[in-house]
Nanobody
């Protein structure tokens, strides 16, 4: 069973920065895309950013220019660098991966990010 484990969340002041990590128990090269989603209380889970097996990236409009997604194949880890954080970025952030060549997908357990003064 493939596992995705997020870390790096916490409490930060507005304007601050955090880096989230998603460590995958299998080779991330087996995933066609790995994404970050977030869910704030009372809201639906929403897409934040993703990175494909070829390194292409996409971002939600709300985070463009502030967040950066990257991957380190040697560490089987995907990162989400979050800068200029705003209170509206407060949410549980989840890692999601879709396996290449199949419809299998996996979610991590989430990490809490709170932006507050």
């Amino acid at each position: 069973q493939v596992q995705l484990v997020e870390s790096g969340g916490g409490l930060v002041q507005p304007g601050g920065r955090l880096r989230l990590s998603c460590i995958v128990s299998d080779s991330i090269s087996r995933f066609i895309v790995i994404s970050w989603y977030r869910q704030a209380p009372g809201n639906r889970r929403e897409f934040v950013a993703d990175i494909s097996i070829l390194g292409g990236t996409q971002y939600a409009d709300s985070v463009k220019g502030r967040f950066n997604i990257s991957r380190d194949n040697t560490k089987n880890t995907v990162y989400l660098q979050m800068d200029s954080l705003r209170p509206e970025d407060t949410a549980v952030y989840y890692c999601h991966g879709i396996m290449s060549g199949s419809s299998e997908y996996y979610w991590g357990q989430g990490t809490q990010v709170t932006v507050s003064s």
